[in-house]
C-alpha cells in the first residue's frame, strides 16, 4: 500500500496501479481529474496539485506520491470552488467542459504563486500541458486572468432569446462536479475492453479465448458468434460489424474481434491482449486511385465495390464557358485526413434490468436514437426494451455519429445481466472513430475581364476509408458546396467517395464543405491576382444574393444577405490591414444547417411541469456536447413561458420518440429550437396542466436531392462567415484573426463568440499544422497519441475578434441559422492567401505547415 494525503485526509491505495490518475479515480472514487488520454500525459485534464505543484497524474507513479499531499478540485477550499466556477462561468470560458478542471487547477497553481503579476501571455505558455479543443481558449485565459487580479464575477442567469446568460451546468462542470459517462458508477459493475484486429485486411481463420478466459478477474469473453441479432450497424448502410466472425474479413485497424469483460478494467485490459487471432493476411487497399482502377480487389469484407458514391451536377455548357473567359485557373487541391481530439475518449455503460426485461444504456453519442435502434437490432430486442439516455459528453465534433463501443458494451451487459462498462483508450478511439475526409480537389474556373465568375468544374474524390458511415453525404456536401458562396453561371461538378482500407471517415466539423471551399477559395484568389482585383472586391462582386442560382441549382432567398453582410463586416479590417503593409489573407464561406438533400427532417420536444416539485422539464432530442443545446432549449422555454431559468431541467432519453438522425450540421439549433418553441405555446395554449407532456414539433421536408428539379432547394439554411487573416511581413507570425459569422439570430451572444473562436483554433490548426496519416502499407493510423497531431497549443493561438452578423433566415425559427459547422470553414482559404501575400507561393495542399502561427 502507498500512504499519502488527500485533500487533507490520510488515504492509502495498491501500489500496482499504473498511475497516479487510477489510483484516484479507480479506488478513491475522486472523479474530477479526467482520463482524456492516459498514460501519455498530454491533455492536462487529470491535472492534480502535489505538495503546491501542478502534476499530470497519468503519467505519474503512485510509488511517487507517497507521504506527499495530494489536493483536486474536490479540496479546494468551498470560497476558492466558487470563485473559479462563477469565473468560468461568467466568461464563457468553457464548452463540453472536460478538461476544464484540470485547467483550473493548473491556473490555480499559477495565481498561487504569481497573483495579480500573473500575465496572459504566462498563462498560456503554462497551459501548454493542457489541450482545449473547444474554445481557442480565449474566454479561458478571460477567466483565469479575472481570478489572477481578484475580480469577483457573478454569473448573469440565462434568459430568453439574445441574452448572454450562463451555460447550463456551467459551474458544476467547471469543478468536474457534472460526470461523465466514466464517472458513473453501479453496484455490480463490470468492465469491459476490445481486442480490435492486428491486420486491417485479413480473413479471420480462427479466436482462440482460453487464455483471455483464463485471466485473473474475466468474467466471459464474447465474440461474434454471441450475437443474438443484427451483426453489422450503420448510420446509412448496415456494413459496420460490430464484431468481426471466424471466417469473416477485417477492414480497417479498428476492427473488434473479442470482448473481454472482468471485475477491474485492468484485469479486462489485460487478458484482451491474450485473446490470439489467426489470420490470412491479405493486401490493403489504401491508395484511392489502385483502389478505383478495373481489377482491383474488394477492400471491405461484405461490398461489391469500391465506390461508396458518386454525386454529380451540372448548369450550363462549362467548356464553352471556360474558353471565353478572360481569365482562368487550373489547379488540383488536396487535404488531409484530421482526427476530432475530443478530450473525451468514447464511453458506454449498460445496466440490464432483469425483472422487466430490458436495458439500459448511458451513451456519449450524437445520436441516441439511431444508437437504440442498433442496439435493440443486434440484441434481437423490439425497440422499447432498450433506453439509450444521453450523458452529455466531452465534445465530438461529428466524431461520435457513429456507435463506437456501444454496441459491444450492450452485448455483454445483456448477456451477462449485469452492468458493463466500456471505456477507450485514446489509441483505440483513434483507431474506431471516424475522421474527415483527405479530399482530392481538381478545379477548373474562369472569369470574365471584370472578374465576374463564368464557369466552374469541379472533379472530387474522397478516401472514405472502409465503412460507409456518412461518407457518401461528406461527399455530397463537398459537391454541393464547390462553388462557395458565389454565383457561376455555368457548373459541371462530379465527387465520388471511395472504400479503402484506412481509417473510416465521416463526420466532422465542416462536413465537406471546408474542404470544396479550400479549394474555391484559392481559385478567387489566384483569379483575383489575373484580373488586378483585390481579394475582397472579388469576393463582393461574385458574392450570392437573393434570387440568384447557387451552385446545385438552388435559388437563394433573403438568408443569402449574410455573405455580403460579413464582407462588408470585415471591410474596414481588411483595408487596414493593407494599408498598414501586414500580409493579409480572407476567406468567405457558407455552410448548410441541417441535412437538406431531401431528406425529411422532423424533430420533437416535450414541456412537462412537474406538480411535486415545481420544476419544468425541457425533454428534446440532441446532444449536448460543448456547442450549448441545453442552454438554447433553455432559453427557449423562458423567453416562450417567462419562467425563472432556475426552474427548467433538460432531459434527453429515448422514452420518448423525440428525434430522427443525428446531433449534426447545426441541427440542434435551428430544429430543436423550433421544436421547443412549438412544445412551449402549445403549454401555454393548454393552460400549461401539470404533469402532462405538452408536444411540440418542427418540420424542414420541403427539400430536395441533387438533381431532383431544375432549380432543386438542396438545403433550408445556411450559414455564412468571412474570415480575415492578418500576418506580420518580418515574422510570418498571424498578429489576428477577424471573424465575421453570420448566425442568423445569435440565441446567446457569448456562447455564438466562443464557438466562433474555438472553430478558428481548429481552423488554424487544419490550414497550418494538424494531420492524421495512416501507413499506405498497412492502413494503420500512424499517430498514437495526442501530441502527433499538430494540434496547436494555446501560445500559438493569436488574439481572434469575434464580429456576429444577424441577417435572419426567413423561414427558420427566430431567423436562426446556426454557428458550430460554418466556423472552421473559410479559415484555411484565409490563411493560404495570407501566406502567399506574405511571400508570392500559392499553396494547394494541406496542411500548410509551418510549424505553428508563429513560425516564419
Keep these: 500500500m502507498i500512504d499519502f494525503t488527500l485533500n487533507g485526509v490520510p488515504v492509502s491505495v495498491a501500489e500496482d496501479h499504473p498511475h497516479l490518475l487510477a489510483a484516484l479515480r479507480e479506488e478513491l472514487d475522486v472523479t474530477s481529474p479526467k482520463d482524456g488520454c492516459s498514460p501519455s500525459g498530454q491533455c492536462g485534464?487529470?491535472?492534480?496539485?502535489?505538495?503546491?505543484?501542478?502534476?499530470?497524474?497519468?503519467?505519474?507513479?503512485?510509488?511517487?506520491?507517497?507521504?506527499?499531499?495530494?489536493?483536486?478540485?474536490?479540496?479546494?477550499?468551498?470560497?476558492?470552488?466558487?470563485?473559479?466556477?462563477?469565473?468560468?462561468?461568467a466568461c464563457g470560458g468553457l464548452q463540453c467542459g472536460f478538461c476544464i478542471p484540470g485547467i483550473v487547477v493548473r491556473a490555480e497553481a499559477q495565481v498561487a504563486r504569481k497573483g495579480p503579476d500573473l500575465t496572459r501571455q504566462d498563462m498560456s505558455r503554462h497551459l501548454g500541458a493542457h489541450l482545449c479543443r473547444c474554445t481557442g481558449y480565449v474566454k479561458v485565459?478571460?477567466?483565469?486572468?479575472?481570478?489572477?487580479?481578484?475580480?469577483?464575477?457573478?454569473?448573469?442567469?440565462?434568459?430568453?432569446?439574445?441574452?448572454?446568460?450562463?451555460?447550463?451546468?456551467?459551474?458544476?462542470?467547471?469543478?468536474?462536479?457534472?460526470a461523465y459517462i466514466d464517472d458513473l458508477r453501479v453496484p455490480g459493475m463490470l468492465h469491459a475492453a476490445l481486442h480490435l484486429t492486428a491486420h486491417t485486411r485479413a480473413v479471420v481463420r480462427r479466436i482462440e479465448l482460453d487464455a483471455a478466459k483464463a485471466a485473473p478477474g474475466v468474467v466471459a469473453v464474447f465474440t461474434a458468434a454471441d450475437v443474438p441479432g443484427e451483426l453489422k450497424v450503420g448510420i446509412i448502410h448496415k456494413d459496420w460489424p460490430i464484431l468481426i466472425p471466424e471466417g469473416g474479413q477485417t477492414s480497417y485497424a479498428g476492427d473488434v474481434l473479442a470482448v473481454v469483460v472482468a471485475e477491474t478494467r485492468r484485469q479486462a485490459r489485460a487478458a484482451a491482449e491474450l485473446?490470439?487471432?489467426?489470420?490470412?493476411?491479405?493486401?490493403?487497399?489504401?491508395?484511392?486511385?489502385?483502389?478505383?482502377?478495373?481489377?482491383?480487389?474488394?477492400?471491405?469484407?461484405?461490398?461489391?465495390?469500391?465506390?461508396?458514391?458518386?454525386?454529380?451536377?451540372?448548369?450550363?455548357?462549362?467548356?464553352?464557358?471556360?474558353?471565353?473567359?478572360?481569365?482562368?485557373?487550373?489547379?488540383?487541391f488536396r487535404t488531409q485526413r484530421i482526427e476530432h481530439a475530443f478530450l473525451e475518449p468514447e464511453s458506454t455503460l449498460a445496466v440490464p434490468d432483469l425483472d422487466a426485461g430490458t436495458l439500459h444504456v448511458y451513451s456519449g453519442g450524437q445520436g441516441v436514437w439511431d444508437d437504440r435502434n442498433d442496439i435493440a437490432a443486434l440484441l434481437g430486442l423490439e425497440r422499447d426494451r432498450v433506453t439509450v439516455e444521453l450523458v452529455s459528453n466531452g465534445g465530438a465534433f461529428g466524431g461520435k455519429e457513429d456507435m463506437s463501443n456501444q454496441g459491444q458494451t450492450a452485448l455483454a451487459a445483456w448477456l451477462l445481466q449485469r452492468p458493463v462498462k466500456c471505456t477507450l483508450t485514446r489509441e483505440e478511439s483513434f483507431r474506431i472513430h471516424a475522421k474527415r475526409h483527405p479530399i482530392r480537389l481538381e478545379y477548373w474556373a474562369g472569369c470574365d475581364a471584370d472578374g465576374m465568375l463564368t464557369a466552374l468544374k469541379v472533379r472530387a474524390v474522397g478516401d472514405s476509408g472502409a465503412y460507409a458511415s456518412v461518407g457518401m453525404k461528406v461527399l455530397e456536401r463537398a459537391a454541393g458546396h464547390a462553388s462557395g458562396p458565389y454565383h457561376v453561371p455555368a457548373i459541371d461538378v462530379e465527387a465520388v467517395a471511395v472504400r479503402t482500407n484506412n481509417p473510416t471517415c465521416g463526420a466532422f466539423r465542416g462536413f465537406g464543405a471546408n474542404q470544396a471551399q479550400f479549394a474555391m477559395e484559392g481559385v478567387l484568389d489566384r483569379l483575383a491576382a489575373q484580373t488586378g482585383l483585390s481579394g475582397w472586391e472579388l469576393r463582393h462582386r461574385n458574392v450570392i444574393r437573393p434570387g440568384?442560382?447557387?451552385?446545385?441549382?438552388?435559388?437563394?432567398?433573403?438568408?443569402?444577405?449574410?455573405?455580403?453582410?460579413?464582407?462588408?463586416?470585415?471591410?474596414?479590417?481588411?483595408?487596414?490591414?493593407?494599408?498598414?503593409?501586414?500580409?493579409?489573407?480572407?476567406g468567405l464561406g457558407l455552410k448548410n444547417s441541417g441535412l437538406g438533400n431531401g431528406f425529411k427532417e422532423w424533430t420533437g420536444a416535450i414541456v412537462r411541469f412537474r406538480s411535486e416539485d415545481g420544476k419544468v422539464e425541457v425533454r428534446h432530442g440532441w446532444t449536448e456536447m460543448g456547442q450549448g443545446m441545453h442552454t438554447v432549449a433553455l432559453?427557449?422555454?423562458?423567453?416562450?413561458?417567462?419562467?425563472?431559468?432556475?426552474?427548467?431541467?433538460?432531459?434527453?432519453?429515448?422514452?420518448?420518440?423525440?428525434?430522427?438522425?443525428?446531433?449534426?450540421?447545426?441541427?440542434?439549433?435551428?430544429?430543436?429550437?423550433?421544436?421547443?418553441?412549438?412544445?412551449?405555446?402549445?403549454a401555454l395554449a393548454a393552460?400549461?396542466?401539470?404533469?402532462?407532456?405538452?408536444?411540440?414539433?418542427?418540420?424542414?421536408?420541403?427539400?430536395?436531392?441533387l438533381g431532383e428539379v431544375e432549380h432543386p432547394t438542396i438545403h433550408s439554411t445556411f450559414g455564412y462567415a468571412a474570415q480575415l487573416v492578418v500576418m506580420d511581413r518580418a515574422t510570418g507570425a498571424i498578429e489576428r484573426v477577424v471573424a465575421a459569422h453570420d448566425v442568423g439570430r445569435a440565441i446567446n451572444p457569448v456562447l455564438c463568440e466562443g464557438q466562433i473562436e474555438g472553430s478558428v483554433h481548429m481552423g488554424?490548426?487544419?490550414?497550418?499544422?494538424?494531420?492524421?496519416?495512416?501507413d499506405p502499407e498497412t492502413g494503420f493510423p500512424v499517430p498514437t497519441t495526442l501530441r502527433q497531431l499538430g494540434i496547436l497549443r494555446p501560445k500559438d493561438i493569436p488574439p481572434i475578434e469575434v464580429i456576429l452578423v444577424e441577417s435572419p433566415q426567413p423561414n427558420s425559427p427566430y431567423g436562426v441559422k446556426g454557428v458550430g459547422e460554418i466556423g472552421l470553414v473559410p479559415t484555411s482559404g484565409a490563411v493560404a492567401a495570407a501566406l502567399h501575400d506574405l511571400d508570392g507561393t500559392w499553396r494547394s495542399t494541406l496542411p500548410m505547415r509551418r510549424g505553428g502561427t508563429g513560425d516564419a
Design 45 to 89: 485534464c487529470c491535472t492534480v496539485l502535489v505538495d503546491g505543484k501542478a502534476v499530470v497524474s497519468c503519467n505519474l507513479d503512485p510509488a511517487k506520491v507517497a507521504g506527499k499531499s495530494i489536493t483536486t478540485l474536490e479540496g479546494f477550499a468551498p470560497e476558492r470552488r466558487e470563485e473559479w466556477a462563477n469565473a468560468f462561468a
Design 141 to 178: 485565459l478571460d477567466a483565469i486572468e479575472a481570478v489572477a487580479v481578484g475580480k469577483h464575477l457573478e454569473p448573469t442567469r440565462p434568459g430568453g432569446i439574445g441574452s448572454s446568460g450562463v451555460r447550463y451546468q456551467a459551474k458544476e462542470l467547471t469543478l468536474g462536479d457534472r
Design 275 to 332: 485473446v490470439h487471432v489467426h489470420y490470412d493476411v491479405l493486401d490493403p487497399v489504401t491508395d484511392i486511385d489502385a483502389a478505383l482502377a478495373d481489377g482491383a480487389p474488394i477492400a471491405v469484407w461484405g461490398t461489391d465495390t469500391n465506390v461508396l458514391s458518386v454525386s454529380t451536377y451540372a448548369r450550363g455548357d462549362v467548356d464553352a464557358a471556360l474558353a471565353a473567359s478572360a481569365h482562368t485557373v487550373h489547379e488540383t
Design 548 to 586: 440568384m442560382v447557387w451552385g446545385p441549382g438552388q435559388v437563394m432567398d433573403d438568408g443569402c444577405l449574410g455573405a455580403a453582410a460579413c464582407l462588408d463586416a470585415v471591410k474596414a479590417h481588411y483595408d487596414a490591414a493593407v494599408a498598414a503593409g501586414k500580409a493579409v489573407g480572407l
Design 635 to 682: 432559453q427557449v422555454a423562458v423567453e416562450e413561458l417567462g419562467i425563472d431559468p432556475d426552474r427548467i431541467e433538460v432531459i434527453v432519453d429515448t422514452t420518448r420518440e423525440l428525434g430522427i438522425g443525428q446531433t449534426t450540421g447545426s441541427r440542434g439549433a435551428l430544429m430543436g429550437s423550433g421544436a421547443v418553441q412549438d412544445a412551449c405555446r402549445n
Design 687 to 705: 393552460g400549461c396542466t401539470p404533469d402532462v407532456d405538452h408536444t411540440g414539433e418542427y418540420r424542414v421536408d420541403w427539400t430536395h436531392k
Design 764 to 774: 488554424l490548426g487544419y490550414a497550418l499544422t494538424e494531420e492524421f496519416p495512416s
